[in-house]
C-alpha cells in the first residue's frame, strides 16, 4: 500500500527565511509519481509539480526547488525567501503510474500549514 | 471560466436527508475523482471512474455513492447523510493519455447538523 508522511503539521517563519517542508513516501512499484499541492487559505487546490520516479533531478522554479532523493524515499519542498502570501497548507501525494487499475489515484499526505509572518 | 465546477460550494443539511453534490468539468478528461478533506487528515478518496458508467471504490466509500452518465460530470450522493460527513468534498480529473496529474474543482463545504 502507499503511504505519504508529512511529519511536520505546522511551520511558523519570519518573511523572507527559507523553509523547506518535509515530505517522506512508501510504495512497492517502481515506476511512480509524486506531486505538490497547496491549499492557500481560500481553499482551492493548486497544483506545484509533478516528479516521475525516473527523474531525480532538482528542480527550481523561483523561490520554489524541489529534492527528490529515491535512496531515502524523500521529495521535500523549499521555498526560498519566504513571503507572507505563502502562508497555506502544503500536501504532498503520490500515485501509481499505471494506465489501468490502480494507475492515477493519488495517496496524499496530510499536510503542512506554514505560516509566514512579518 | 473554471475548467472543473462543482455545485454547491455550500451546503447546510440536516442528518438523514440525501445530498448530492455534483462536479462538471471542460477538460475532456476521462477519469474523475471524488475526495473528502479533514482537518488534519489530508485528502482521501471517495471513488473514481475511469470511464463513462465505470465506478471503482476509494479508500472511504461507505456512506457514499456517485454517478458517471456522461463524461463531463461525475456526481457524488450522500443517500442518508451524517454528522461525520461533514466535510470538504472535492471533485478531480485527470487524463491517462497525459500522465498523471490531476486537476481539482474548488471545493464543496457540507455541514450537517
Known amino acids: 500500500a502507499q503511504k505519504v508522511t508529512q511529519a511536520q503539521t505546522e511551520i511558523s517563519v519570519v518573511e523572507k527565511e527559507d523553509v523547506t517542508l518535509d515530505c517522506v513516501y512508501e510504495t512497492r512499484d517502481t515506476t511512480y509519481y509524486l506531486f505538490w499541492y497547496k491549499q492557500p487559505p481560500s481553499g482551492e487546490l493548486v497544483f506545484l509539480i509533478r516528479?516521475?520516479?525516473?527523474?531525480?533531478q532538482n528542480e527550481i522554479s523561483g523561490r520554489y526547488s524541489w529534492n527528490f532523493q529515491k535512496s531515502t524515499s524523500s521529495f521535500n519542498f523549499t521555498i526560498t525567501a519566504s513571503q507572507v502570501v505563502d502562508s497555506a497548507v502544503y500536501f504532498c501525494?503520490?500515485?501509481?503510474?499505471?494506465?489501468?487499475?490502480?494507475?492515477?489515484?493519488?495517496?496524499f499526505g496530510t499536510g503542512t500549514q506554514l505560516k509566514v509572518e512579518l | 471560466d473554471a475548467d472543473v465546477t462543482q455545485t454547491p460550494r455550500n451546503r447546510i443539511t440536516k442528518t438523514g436527508k440525501r445530498i448530492m453534490l455534483e462536479c462538471s468539468q471542460t477538460?475532456?478528461?476521462?477519469?474523475m475523482y471524488w475526495y473528502r478533506q479533514d482537518p488534519g487528515l489530508g485528502l482521501r478518496l471517495i471513488y473514481y471512474?475511469?470511464?463513462?458508467?465505470?465506478?471503482n471504490k476509494g479508500e472511504i466509500s461507505d456512506g457514499y455513492s456517485v454517478s458517471r452518465q456522461a463524461q463531463a460530470k461525475f456526481s457524488l450522493s450522500l443517500e442518508s447523510a451524517i454528522p461525520n460527513q461533514t466535510a470538504l468534498y472535492f471533485c478531480a480529473t485527470s487524463d491517462h493519455r497525459t500522465g498523471n496529474e490531476q486537476f481539482f474543482g474548488p471545493g464543496t463545504r457540507l455541514t450537517v447538523l
Open positions: 477538460k475532456g478528461h476521462d477519469r
Open positions: 516528479r516521475n520516479s525516473f527523474d531525480e
Open positions: 501525494a503520490l500515485s501509481e503510474a499505471g494506465l489501468t487499475g490502480g494507475g492515477n489515484k493519488l495517496t
Open positions: 471512474s475511469f470511464d463513462v458508467k465505470d465506478i
